[in-house]
Every structure is written in structure tokens, then in C-alpha cells.
T-cell receptor
């Protein structure tokens, strides 16, 4: 695999479920990002990790919980979501958190019923 | 804070037509500017970038010039193809705290008909 991969590509969950999104980058980068893409809105940066440490948390509700066990993997743990959380969740990586060029994965299309 | 404004879509063109998608920005510093493209069902791909005033980014026939005097970074292509149908995002980099953040516009959907 090359680039940035995300699994699953599609996820449907109920409001009481717990699920996790996975992102893996094969680029040797040290920074990883979670974005939320909703219809008719600009991409929203959710979290930034640099060398497995969270450096940014943009006022994201606690029902979204990120985890970065190493520089190649990033997870987004989901619990007690709301229907308005339905969106495309994009993962990205960059060489480091000071490098402006980011490489994106294909996204996970999340639907909350 | 920094922001990006790009033209509302959707934009519909015939094959071989000329494309312009306008993008203007507001920034306190000297950001790098980007165009990303998102094909149906996929994530964002970097299309081109420019890092300083008067730089021209180009890729796959697309071009954009960093215009500091007009705070613009308009995307152009001389002859579009059906395969260019996608959503195009203008973005700038914004150094805040411990990281470089990308600020995106809302995106412009382009449909090219044969």
C-alpha cells in the first residue's frame, strides 16, 4: 500500500454504538490529521498529531476520541454520536507539523442513524 | 483569522472550454496557497501550490498565480476534459501555535460535459 489509507470506507452506526476509524500512512511522515467534511461547509480540522503527541484539538466534542499509537497510525474512536455527526472523515499526513503540504486519504463516509 | 473565499458552484462546462475558478484569501502573514481536487468518492489530492508572491503553480494543465496585490489565487485551465469533473478546493497555510494548519474554501464543483 502507498500513500494514506483509511478503513472502513463506509460506516453506518446507531447513536449508542461505539466504533473506530483507522488511518495509516506509508509515507514516513511524522504528523497526522483528522478532518471533518460536511456538505456545504469548508473542511474542519479536528485534531493534529505530531510524533504521536496531540498538538491541536479544535474544540471537538468528547464523543470523538483520537489515538495515535505511532507515527504511521491514527484512530478516531466514536461513541454516542449524533445524526449531525454524519459526514466524510478525512485523514491526512505531512512530513511534520510545520510542513504545509498535506496528503489525504480517501475518507470514511459515516452515517449516524 | 485567516480565511479563503472561492466562487460558488456548481460550474458546468463543455469539453475544451476555458476554466477559471476564483479564489481570494485573507491572511495576516505570508501563507502558502494551494489548490486541492477531490474526485467523486475519493479524498483530496494536491493539485498545485505556490509559496510566495508571483509564484505560479502548475500541474496537469492547471495553473494558478499567487497575486499578493489582489490577494488572489485563481485556478485556470485552457481546455478542460470530462475527466476534470471534480470538486476543487482553494486553501492557505496558517502557522498557529505548534503546527501549520490548512484553511480551506468551501469547494467548487466542476462538471465537464462531452
Amino acid at each position: 500500500e502507498t500513500g494514506v489509507t483509511q478503513t472502513p470506507r463506509h460506516l453506518v452506526m446507531g447513536m449508542t454504538n461505539k466504533k473506530s476509524l483507522k488511518c495509516e500512512q506509508h509515507l514516513g511522515h511524522n504528523a497526522m490529521y483528522w478532518y471533518k467534511q460536511s456538505a456545504k461547509k469548508p473542511l474542519e480540522l479536528m485534531f493534529v498529531y505530531s510524533l504521536e503527541e496531540r498538538v491541536e484539538n479544535n474544540s471537538v466534542p468528547s464523543r470523538f476520541s483520537p489515538e495515535c499509537p505511532n507515527s504511521s497510525h491514527l484512530f478516531l474512536h466514536l461513541h454516542t454520536l449524533q445524526p449531525e455527526d454524519s459526514a466524510l472523515y478525512l485523514c491526512a499526513s505531512s512530513l511534520d507539523s510545520y510542513t504545509d503540504t498535506q496528503y489525504f486519504g480517501p475518507g470514511t463516509r459515516l452515517t449516524v442513524l | 483569522g485567516d480565511s479563503v473565499t472561492q466562487m460558488e458552484g456548481p460550474v458546468t462546462l463543455s469539453e475544451e472550454a476555458f476554466l477559471t475558478i476564483n479564489c481570494t484569501y485573507t491572511a495576516t502573514g505570508y501563507p502558502s496557497l494551494f489548490w486541492y481536487v477531490q474526485y467523486p468518492g475519493e479524498g483530496l489530492q494536491l493539485l498545485l501550490k505556490a509559496t510566495k508572491a508571483d509564484d505560479k503553480g502548475s500541474n496537469k494543465g492547471f495553473e494558478a498565480t499567487y497575486r499578493k496585490e489582489t490577494t488572489s489565487f485563481h485556478l485556470e485551465k485552457g481546455s478542460v476534459q470530462v475527466s476534470d469533473s471534480a470538486v476543487y478546493f482553494c486553501a492557505l497555510s496558517d502557522r498557529q501555535g505548534g503546527s501549520e494548519k490548512l484553511v480551506f474554501g468551501k469547494g467548487t464543483k466542476l462538471t465537464v460535459n462531452p
